[in-house]
């Protein structure tokens, strides 16, 4: 019975010592996301645009990959410029999807679908770290703006497996 | 008295009644068509008049619910925005200061205090340009580039506020943006720029009234402070400055007193 009750114990305090571990130190200074650009033919609002580029940018705090997340167009401090990168992209293809065909079809046919082509530079010498093109769907009874939310989420996800592969990444 | 019978078909079987109704016996005529479709279905004018009601009741019904669902400012459902940390303006060249002349409303919105509209509504306390005004200040103050009138400013800033507030979302978070353009003016040349900026924030959404308060004013705030930050800090408003910033013209030395010639 002791022996049990000292295994419980060990184990709830196995569970609860990664809570109390420290974040990860962030392994850039800064991140600056760019509103993304939409190719001709994108039939999207601009305030999508606004979307995703919001979508992104609380995306990439929530990752905490970076030290600020800066807006577009501000000033960063010259040393701290090898630490920043950039994101920039454009919307490549954007169909709206077919509710008709999702009702009776089903099986995602009729989802709308989003083409975004990424670049993830270093601020200093514009090198580019990875240059990923997400593809997102979603069903057309939904608001577009999921897109970009489901978008901004792979972008983050395709820059952490980047900057994993690549190490520290600076 | 003209005829409106149908010329053909059932007209040629009817018959005419005579008969005397009521106290003052007036005689009645009734035109009784055995075989017409005319005489098929006779107008209930009190059946009408039921349905009439009912239909007025439900409007009213309806419009009293719409007034009372139109949301008004209470203490309760009333949020104050301000900037919760002053912004650090950029350094320029030389210590320059700014006035902030004009905040002007261009958002359009009939209602520019009304944030949120379903579950009673949620109001800011202040106008968006007072906000406005009084974040841009409190920035400019605490990195000293605040200057006290017009005629000690180097540069007056004039703003057109575009959105203050919530933008429409995806519908599983609540998207706040704020977006203006400053109208840079330097009062000695007279030249203008102008320099937009823009602050966006997502936040999750809330199922209690008071989660979802708590959630649209930090999310106001936060888009709010990534707005003058995106401002203050931008290259766009250091690239303004840096266009109409004319050294200060050199004073006159004073005139030089001509030696005194010794004799």
């Known amino acids: 019975m002791r022996k049990i009750r000292?295994?419980?114990?060990?184990?709830?305090?196995?569970l609860v010592l990664p809570g109390f571990a420290k974040d990860p130190e962030p392994q850039f200074k800064s991140v600056e996301a760019k509103h993304f650009t939409k190719s001709e033919g994108v039939e999207l609002s601009p305030e999508f645009t606004d979307y995703l580029y919001?979508?992104?940018?609380?995306?990439?705090?929530k990752a905490k990959l970076f030290g600020q997340v800066i807006g577009e167009g501000e000033v960063v401090d010259a040393a701290d410029a090898p630490a920043s990168i950039v994101i920039e992209g454009g919307i490549t293809e954007y169909k709206k999807g077919s509710a008709v065909k999702d009702a009776l079809i089903g099986f995602t046919a009729g989802w709308r679908s989003l083409k975004v082509e990424t670049t993830i530079k270093r601020r200093s010498d514009q090198k580019v770290i990875v240059s990923p093109q997400i593809h997102v769907r979603a069903s057309p009874r939904w608001k577009d703006k999921v897109l970009a939310k489901e978008a901004a989420q792979q972008i983050v996800k395709e820059i952490k497996k980047a900057l994993k592969d690549s190490g520290t990444g600076t | 008295m003209g005829c409106r019978l149908p010329r053909s078909g059932p007209l040629g079987s009817?018959?005419?009644e005579r008969g005397f109704g009521g106290d003052c016996g007036v005689a009645l005529l009734r035109v009784v068509f055995t075989q017409s479709p005319m005489t098929e279905a006779r107008l209930n004018f009190r059946r009408t008049s039921y349905v009439c009601r009912w239909l007025l009741a439900l409007s009213t019904t309806a419009c009293l619910k719409a007034m009372a669902d139109e949301p008004k400012p209470k203490p309760e459902n009333t949020v104050h925005v301000e900037v919760s940390e002053a912004v650090k303006p950029q350094t320029f060249a030389r210590g320059l200061k700014f006035f902030v002349a004009d905040v002007t409303d261009r958002s359009g919105n009939a209602q520019p205090m009304l944030v949120y509209r379903p579950r009673g509504g949620i109001f800011l306390d202040r106008a968006p340009t007072e906000?406005?005004?009084?974040?841009l200040t409190t920035c400019l103050k605490s990195a000293d580039a605040l200057a006290a009138d017009r005629e000690s400013a180097d540069f007056v800033l004039t703003i057109y506020l575009f959105r203050f507030g919530l933008s429409d979302s995806s519908g599983m978070d609540f998207f706040g943006k704020v977006e203006f353009a400053a109208v840079v003016k330097n009062p000695r040349t007279g030249k203008s720029q102008q320099v937009s900026a823009s602050g966006t924030s997502i936040a999750g959404v809330a199922v209690l009234k008071k989660n979802i308060q708590k959630n649209v004013l930090e999310n106001i705030?936060?888009?709010?402070?990534?707005?003058?930050?995106?401002f203050l800090r931008g290259e766009k408003l250091r690239d303004a400055v840096g266009t109409l910033d004319v050294p200060a013209e050199p004073k006159a030395p004073p005139a030089a007193e001509k030696p005194v010639m010794q004799k």
């Open chain 1, 6 to 14: 000292m295994a419980i114990l060990v184990a709830a305090f196995g």
């Open chain 2, 221 to 230: 705030n936060k888009a709010f402070g990534d707005a003058l930050r995106n």
């Open chain 2, 131 to 135: 906000i406005m005004r009084e974040g």
């Open chain 1, 54 to 61: 919001a979508e992104l940018r609380a995306e990439l705090t």
């Open chain 2, 14 to 16: 009817f018959a005419l």
